[in-house]
Antibody
C-alpha cells in the first residue's frame, strides 16, 4: 500500500524557516517524480514544487522561488521542503504527492499545517 | 502561466441525479488534465487523468471528457459520498489547479 506521511509543520514567525519532510512507503520511491502542493485555509490547491527522480530537475511556483528548496533522499525514501523567509501568505496545509507518470498526482499524504504568524 | 477556470463554483444536485462540472484552460493543454475530489479534512483523491482515464479504484459513474481547452467531469448518478469539492489540474505546461467546484446536496 502506498503511503506518504508528512511531518515538520508548525507555528513559525514571519521571516522564519521550517523544514517539511515526507516519508514514502509501499512503492519504489526512486522511480517517481514527487511534488509539494499547498492549500491555504478555506482556499483551493496550489502546486508548490516538484523534483525529478534523480534530483536533476526541480521546479517551483513563482511565489516561492528563491525562498523554498525541494530535495529528496532516495536512500531514505524521503522528500523535503526547506522553507525560508516565510510570510503570512505561506500559511497552508502542505501535501506531499506522487506524480503518477504524466503529471497527475496519484497519491497524497494527509498534509502538515504550516502557520506563519507573530 | 496557464489559468484554469472551473464552473460553476457551486453545484446543487439531488442524490441520484447527474452532475456536470466544467473546466476551461486559458490555452490548449491537449489532454493533460486531471480531476480530483476533496472532502473536508481530507487530502485530494485522483479521479481522472489524461482527461478521460479513470484512476485505480474509481467507480464507473465518474467520467471525464474533452481536449484542448474545454473539459468536463460527469458524475452519472450522485451518491451521498460524492458530495465534495472537485478540482481540475493541468500538467501540459507546469502544473496549475482550477479554483474548485463544490457539489452540494440540493
Amino acid at each position: 500500500e502506498v503511503q506518504l506521511v508528512e511531518s515538520g509543520g508548525g507555528l513559525v514567525q514571519p521571516g522564519g524557516s521550517l523544514r517539511l519532510s515526507c516519508t514514502a512507503s509501499g512503492f519504489t520511491f526512486s522511480s517517481y517524480w514527487m511534488s509539494w502542493v499547498r492549500q491555504a485555509p478555506g482556499k483551493g490547491l496550489e502546486w508548490v514544487a516538484n523534483i525529478k527522480q534523480d534530483r536533476s530537475e526541480k521546479y517551483y511556483v513563482d511565489s516561492v522561488k528563491g525562498r523554498f528548496t525541494i530535495s529528496r533522499d532516495n536512500a531514505k525514501n524521503s522528500l523535503y521542503l526547506q522553507m525560508n523567509s516565510l510570510r503570512a501568505d505561506d500559511t497552508a496545509v502542505y501535501y506531499c504527492a506522487r506524480d503518477g507518470g504524466s503529471g497527475e498526482l496519484d497519491y497524497w499524504g494527509q498534509g502538515t499545517l504550516v502557520t506563519v504568524s507573530s | 502561466e496557464i489559468m484554469m477556470t472551473q464552473s460553476p463554483a457551486t453545484l446543487s444536485v439531488s442524490p441520484g441525479e447527474r452532475a456536470t462540472l466544467s473546466c476551461r484552460a486559458s490555452q490548449s493543454i491537449n489532454s493533460n488534465l486531471a480531476w480530483y475530489q476533496q472532502k473536508p479534512g481530507q487530502a485530494p483523491r485522483l479521479l481522472i487523468y489524461d482527461a478521460s482515464t479513470r484512476a485505480t479504484g474509481i467507480p464507473a459513474r465518474f467520467s471525464g471528457s474533452g481536449s484542448g481547452t474545454e473539459f468536463t467531469l460527469t458524475i452519472s448518478s450522485l451518491q451521498s459520498e460524492d458530495f465534495a469539492v472537485y478540482y481540475c489540474q493541468q500538467y501540459n505546461n507546469w502544473w496549475t489547479f482550477g479554483q474548485g467546484t463544490k457539489v452540494e446536496i440540493k
